[in-house]
């Protein structure tokens, strides 16, 4: 990923030489960890709750849920100085194995942070690199559509209008047209997630809550009978994908350890 890792630990080291607390400076570390939960509004969903058609969307669509995979990379704490602490990294979050809902941080100096976000997918620098893990995951986009990976893989079914079963794969890439040997950018759909302010006082477990009705809700109405499959290559749906997201995650709860 970028190449500012090695910035980021000297400014870690500068804040743990510090020792005055009462301007804002921070003086020692403790370890953060990020712990991704997963919603249907008030029902809270865990793998167990696949592949049953119970939940239903704003369109009054009834669906399952099947697969559930997305990535966020540079999670960021903006101290009260106004420098920013990047963790120049990512994380798979993958609810149908149960794997990276957990995610540990290391060596972040206690103090007040004025935000902590991440970015939802990768930016278009991250992008372009190549992550051994992800391509053994099967998580690429195929060069016709721009390469790099995907930044969400969202698989179910869903009741079409005469009630029977047809399957949907809300995949979420960078946004791109003229699929083939040359394809251009439209916009990019990748995003920031700002959870708000977080203090660090010691080792802290911090809550990312991910309403998954809020993909198919606002400001785009989702209609599952018109947008289902092959949506990778519709940078329109793309782009709705990237504005519904914005509301899709929010700080639950903080815990001291």
């Not at 946004?175 to 302010?197: E, I, S």
Request: hydrophobic share 35%; glycine share 6%; net charge negative.
């Amino acid at each position: 990923m970028k190449n500012n890792f090695i910035l980021i630990i000297i400014t870690i080291f500068c804040f743990l030489s510090c020792t005055n607390d009462n301007d804002g400076t921070l003086s020692s570390s403790a370890t953060t960890t990020l712990k991704f939960t997963h919603n249907w509004n008030t029902d809270v969903i865990t793998s167990a709750d696949f592949n049953t058609i119970q939940y239903t969307n704003e369109n009054g669509q009834m669906l399952s849920i099947e697969r559930l995979r997305y990535v966020i990379s540079d999670i960021t704490f903006r101290t009260n100085a106004g420098e920013n602490l990047i963790l120049d990294d990512y994380n798979l979050i993958d609810l149908t194995n149960d794997d990276g809902l957990s995610y540990s941080t290391n060596q972040i100096p206690i103090g007040n942070y004025v935000n902590v976000s991440f970015t939802f997918g990768f930016d278009n620098e991250d992008n372009a690199e190549n992550y051994l893990d992800l391509n053994s995951e099967s998580f690429n986009v195929p060069d016709m559509l721009g390469g790099g990976y995907h930044y969400m893989q969202f698989d179910g079914k869903y009741l079409d209008t005469n009630s029977n079963e047809q399957g949907f794969n809300y995949h979420a890439i960078r946004a791109v047209d003229n699929p083939g040997m040359n394809p251009t950018f439209p916009q990019d759909t990748f995003f920031t997630v700002n959870l708000g302010p977080i203090t660090v006082t010691n080792d802290i477990e911090i809550e990312i809550k991910a309403n998954l009705a809020e993909w198919f809700k606002s400001p785009n109405l989702w209609d599952l009978n018109v947008l289902n499959q092959t949506l990778m290559p519709n940078s329109s749906a793309q782009i709705m994908m990237s504005e519904n997201g914005q509301t899709v995650f929010s700080l639950g709860d903080i815990t001291n350890n």
